[in-house]
């Protein structure tokens, strides 16, 4: 789901070049919660320390 919610973010950003891109993946890291990040890990199957 995380992915998908990546995937999402950056076609509605519509950058065409490399820098663009990484500067959108940089402003939509803060969108996702610690406890989504940790659902995500969770549910590929790697477990909390």
Known sequence: MAFSKLKSLLRAKAERSVGGLWDAVGAALPLFRPDECANTF???GY???
């Open 42 to 44: 969770a549910a590929a």
């Open 47 to 49: 477990e909390p320390d």
